[in-house]
T-cell receptor, first 118, second 111 residues
């Protein structure tokens, strides 16, 4: 398996522009997570999908952020409009949720997208 | 609200020494705890996953322990090597499937 795939690996954009980050989870995994990592705040969970359904989006910072998972093999995280404070590394991770009660399995991370908003 | 703390934030040890990294959490009602390694500019690599019913997990030179009652986990690295230099993060998942990460310990093995 190729692991979790993210694109682009690097993105530089100007303030106010729309940014779309993409993720392909590991085949067979039913949970997908979007994280943001900064020096100041560390790694923060933004949103979590289970079986393509958003379960917890309490970490999404504001309405400028949105995430979709149209099918089991693809997810996007969109920022519109982008701001300089959105500059960070964005990680996607996937796992196999073990039970209906939500026991989360081992998480596997993608390489991340380094976003710079000027 | 669950909080995860990793102390120290940075650690330097000579090659060949055994070392212990610490992770503490405030809410003992967890499902599992996972240790990760992150190299500079890279994503996270899973090292060990301990379910709440387990006390420890081992993989090669790594051993992770879990004491839920005291809210602590340790990652033991035996016979450290320069290639072990990285940032090590722990994460706990608990009620409502919240996943909380510590800020990591930056480990440097001195050749």
């Amino acid at each position: 398996d190729a692991g979790v795939i993210q694109s682009p690996r690097h993105e530089v954009t100007e303030m106010g522009q729309e940014v779309t980050l993409r993720c392909k989870p590991i085949s067979g995994h039913n949970s997908l997570f979007w994280y943001r990592q900064t020096m100041m705040r560390g790694l923060e969970l933004l949103i979590y999908f289970n079986n393509n359904v958003p379960i917890d989006d309490s970490g999404m910072p504001e309405d400028r952020f949105s995430a979709k998972m149209p099918n089991a093999s693809f997810s996007t995280l969109k920022i519109q409009p982008s701001e300089p404070r959105d500059s960070a590394v964005y990680f996607c991770a996937s796992s196999l949720t073990i039970s209906a009660g939500g026991l989360l399995g081992e998480q596997f991370f993608g390489p991340g997208t380094r976003l710079t908003v000027l | 609200k669950q909080e995860v703390t990793q102390i120290p934030a940075a650690l330097s040890v000579p090659e060949g020494e055994n070392l212990v990294l610490n992770c503490s959490f405030t809410d003992s009602a967890i499902y599992n705890l996972q240790w990760f390694r992150q190299d500079p500019g890279k994503g996270l690599t899973s090292l060990l996953l301990i379910q709440s019913s387990q006390r420890e997990q081992t993989s090669g030179r790594l051993n992770a322990s879990l004491d839920k009652s005291s809210g602590r986990s340790t990652l033991y690295i035996a016979a450290s090597q320069p290639g072990d230099s990285a940032t090590y993060l722990c994460a706990v998942s608990g009620r409502d499937d919240k996943i909380i990460f510590g800020k990591g310990t930056r480990l440097h093995i001195l050749p």
